[in-house]
């Protein structure tokens, strides 16, 4: 059942466990912010607003009749209703932290690299 803008399905509004479809739009989104090198940025933001995501996924809602002549409105709508469970930042900071080690796996390493070497300077 294809979802429009005035037709609303209670069932899902409601839902607490994310569904797949959540899941693989937090995959999608989170691989998109590690290809625009955003990762550090947006782990902040979300570490940040993270107590505040039922509210930011109501001013979606708010703004939802203006964005769906910009954006996807079913992107929009799975996404507003991932925001409104308890556990969706700290999951969509998993995915992104995923997307890093699997786009950049050399940058980790790097770093260790470089920490042991200072290390070994101190000496």
Do not use: C, H
Not at 79 to 103: C, D, G, S, V, Y
Request: hydrophobic share 40%.
């Amino acid at each position: 059942m294809e979802e429009n803008f005035w037709k609303v399905d209670w069932d899902k509004e409601f839902e607490t466990e994310l569904t797949e479809e959540e899941l693989a739009l937090f995959d999608k989104l989170a691989e998109e912010i590690v290809i625009r090198q955003m990762t550090v940025p947006a782990l902040l933001l979300l570490e940040g607003f993270k107590p505040l995501n039922w509210i930011g996924s109501q001013l979606m809602l708010f703004l939802e009749p203006i964005t769906v002549y910009v954006l996807n409105i079913n992107q929009m709508q799975v996404l507003r209703r991932a925001l409104q469970k308890r556990l969706a930042m700290e999951e969509f900071i998993k995915k992104i932290e995923a997307a890093e080690a699997k786009l950049n796996p050399g940058k980790k390493k790097k770093n260790k690299k470089k920490k042991n070497d200072n290390k070994g300077e101190e000496r």
